[in-house]
């Protein structure tokens, strides 16, 4: 009875989701949990509500779900909304792909965490797919160190790429991973590049400079003053040279499959860089460098607004109509992806230029207390999670589940944009620097934010059974 008692104090559909959860998966266990007294009354054990933010930035948190449950009855058809892991086993392989897979086994497994089958849709953009991208630009490196090329060929790539694939599902990963990240067998074989082997490639380039710039990326700087992405660029450039030449005489037909040449280029720049650097190396590379292209953007869909504009148009204060409207509208986008604290501001920036050209003037964010973590995934009113900027991995074990680091610095307003225009914008510039901090988490306006509490909760399993549910 005493669960009950203690969820008197939710309202609305967060009551009855949570605690539906909660009598549904009985399994799930060491909750961390605190306690925060509301007037008279007591908030159960699995939130908290949020505090008005102290002096300075929030420190990043550890967000990580219970251990997940091993199905008591393995023989037994499961429940279809289950949330079960497959246990690691044997892959069966083509025999086909002449490498061992074991000197490669740390990236294998970082990727299988990264790609984790429930998880993979929900990470793609900023963890999954860049990590996969990862690999494989180190598989064509590794498999290149005992010859001459730097790429396969089209049948043994057939092959491994199989085998790859196998052995990531038998390690947790989800076996639609190349659907998923746009990845294909051909993307070992170099493709249309005209230089594909060792000798060509040193005696064009100049790997020297190729190898100094990408041995060490620094994560601080290369999003925005580049070092190792002009090098491969320029590389790419100089093995592709010939191409560009022939294509320079031909219609604009030519200039589309220099391109498509440039493309094939650079991954044969990444299988050199990936023989030349250790594979732990090589992966934090590359991953840095995913970063630098996936924070330039963002990943989300926005369909028209058009409900939002009409109902906000001419607000100019607090108004429960437009903000009822824009968090409906809300709610469809934080159903997508996992996003990082970069992607939120040039988001929410996106959709207010939409919202700027469709006549709405007043910064409607502030007016309904639209925050960054609101353009990413959440669950039954719960504060969302932005994953950093930085390459971020997703760890798992058996003590701890499925966990990865969301960054608390961001809990602020989201950016109104000037304009109906973001071509200007850049994170880069000296003068950038994100809203502060909010002093104060007073109550929400009527009708703005209708969530009933704003809470964190430290299971994140929540989150993702909500997406999978929805």
């Given at each position: 009875m005493g669960l009950f008692q203690d969820a008197k104090c939710f309202k609305g559909s967060l009551c009855c989701q949570l605690l539906f959860l909660i009598l549904w998966l009985p399994s799930y266990q060491d909750v961390m949990a605190e306690q925060k007294q509301i007037a008279s009354s007591r908030i159960s054990s699995m939130v908290e509500l949020a505090k008005a933010p102290t002096v300075g930035l929030f420190d990043p948190i550890e967000i990580s779900p219970a251990v997940m449950p091993q199905y008591p009855y393995p023989t037994e058809p499961l429940s279809p909304s289950y949330p079960t892991f497959p246990a690691r086993y044997e892959p069966i392989l083509t025999g086909k792909c002449p490498v061992n897979f074991s000197d490669i086994s740390n990236i294998l497994d970082k990727t299988a965490s990264d790609c984790a089958g429930p998880l993979a849709a929900l990470v793609e953009n900023v963890i999954c797919c860049p990590q996969f991208t990862s690999l494989i630009h180190i598989f064509q490196g590794f498999f290149s160190m005992s010859s001459d090329k730097l790429v396969l060929s089209s049948t043994v790539a057939d092959h491994c790429f199989s085998d790859i694939i196998s052995i990531l599902a038998s390690r947790g990963a989800n076996n639609t991973i190349p659907t998923i990240c746009s990845i294909k067998s051909s993307n070992l074989t170099g493709g249309s590049c005209p230089v594909k082997d060792l000798s060509t490639f040193e005696k064009i380039v100049n790997t020297s400079k190729l190898f100094e710039a990408c041995s060490a990326v620094d994560p601080l700087k290369e999003c925005c003053r580049p070092i190792c992405q002009p090098a491969i660029m320029d590389?790419?450039?100089?093995?592709?040279?010939?191409?560009?030449?022939?294509?320079?005489?031909?219609?604009?037909?030519?200039?589309?499959?220099?391109?498509?040449?440039?493309?094939?280029?650079?991954?044969?720049?990444?299988?050199?860089?990936?023989?030349?650097?250790?594979s732990d190396a090589a992966n934090t590379a590359f991953r840095i460098l995913s970063s630098c292209k996936v924070n330039k953007v963002c990943p989300l869909t926005f369909k028209e607004p058009s409900e939002v504009i009409n109902a906000c148009r001419n607000v100019a204060a607090?108004?429960?109509?437009?903000?009822?409207?824009?968090?409906?509208?809300?709610?469809?986008?934080?159903?997508?992806?996992?996003?990082?604290?970069?992607?939120?501001?040039?988001?929410?920036?996106?959709?207010?230029?939409?919202?700027?050209?469709?006549?709405?003037?007043?910064?409607?964010?502030?007016?309904?207390?639209?925050?960054?973590?609101?353009?990413?995934?959440?669950?039954?009113?719960?504060?969302?999670?932005?994953?950093?900027?930085?390459?971020?991995?997703?760890?798992?074990d058996n003590s701890t589940g499925f966990s990865f680091t969301c960054d608390l610095s961001d809990n602020i307003v989201a950016p109104w944009p000037s304009s109906s225009s973001i071509t200007s914008m850049s994170l880069c510039a000296p003068e950038m620097s994100l809203p502060a901090l909010p002093t104060s988490q007073t109550l929400k306006n009527m009708g703005s934010n209708s969530r009933g509490l704003d809470c964190v909760v430290l299971i994140f399993s929540f989150l993702i059974l909500s997406a999978s549910l929805h």
């Open positions: 590389a790419a450039l100089q093995i592709s040279g010939r191409e560009f030449m022939i294509n320079n005489n031909k219609n604009l037909g030519g200039e589309v499959n220099h391109m498509d040449y440039l493309s094939d280029c650079k991954d044969v720049v990444y299988s050199y860089v990936s023989r030349k650097l250790l607090p108004n429960p109509s437009c903000c009822s409207s824009l968090n409906i509208y809300i709610a469809g986008i934080q159903r997508q992806m996992l996003i990082t604290n970069k992607q939120a501001i040039i988001c929410a920036t996106l959709f207010g230029s939409m919202l700027h050209r469709g006549g709405i003037m007043t910064n409607i964010y502030e007016l309904c207390d639209v925050d960054l973590k609101d353009f990413s995934i959440q669950a039954y009113g719960i504060q969302g999670c932005l994953l950093r900027s930085l390459p971020e991995d997703v760890v798992f």
